[in-house]
């Protein structure tokens, strides 16, 4: 199914017609500067009902690195937009594919969407970030921005056992929110 979320593409014929392949339409990822958490929390469930439905899930409109991050990080398999490569003529695509490589879901995040994806999973199922603190990728974005001594702390948190990381898990995740947006994510 292509274009899904857009159009004349349902749920109901995700069900009723036998897919391989869904294509999550671009707008949808425009939407991660705007509503971060809405379109995190509709990627992530796509991927799962792709997983869950055994269909490849593509993630069209990948325009630029942090939107290309966020999906990789969540774990999008397969995608498409200018941020990978721009139209080619055929003759061009051996020498593209030879010279190309895939944004990998473990590799470290440098924007602030890529961040975002990475704590977003966590901070949904009231996880704390696992391993030592030192070894986390969050740990080297944060330090590399020179306003995140608050998001730093809250970050801290995340890997101390010693109180309830969820306050700290909203203020991170706000504090995220924010630098993509511009603005506090009411409702977002």
């Avoid at 070894?135 to 998001?151: D, R, V």
């Avoid at 730093?152 to 947006?181: C, M, P, V, Y």
Wanted: charged share 15%.
């Amino acid at each position: 199914m292509d274009d899904l979320g857009a159009g004349h593409s349902s749920l109901r014929r995700l069900t009723a017609l036998a897919f391989s392949t869904v294509k999550i339409d671009h707008r949808i990822l425009a939407q991660l500067r705007t509503s971060p958490i809405r379109t995190l929390t509709f990627l992530t469930t796509m991927i799962q009902l792709g997983q869950d439905m055994g269909w490849d899930v593509i993630a069209e409109g990948l325009e630029d690195a942090g939107i290309t991050e966020a999906a990789s990080t969540l774990g999008i398999p397969y995608g498409q937009g200018y941020y990978l490569a721009r139209p080619l003529p055929a003759e061009s695509v051996p020498a593209w594919i030879a010279d190309f490589t895939a944004p990998s879901r473990h590799a470290p995040f440098h924007t602030f969407p890529g961040a975002l994806a990475y704590h977003w999973q966590l901070a949904r199922l009231e996880s704390p970030h696992p391993g030592p603190l030192d070894a986390c990728p969050m740990t080297s974005f944060l330090s590399a921005e020179p306003s995140a001594e608050a998001a730093i702390e809250w970050h801290e948190q995340q890997h101390s056992g010693d109180f309830d990381h969820r306050e700290s898990a909203s203020d991170l995740l706000n504090w995220l929110t924010k630098q993509i947006t511009g603005n506090h994510p009411t409702g977002a």
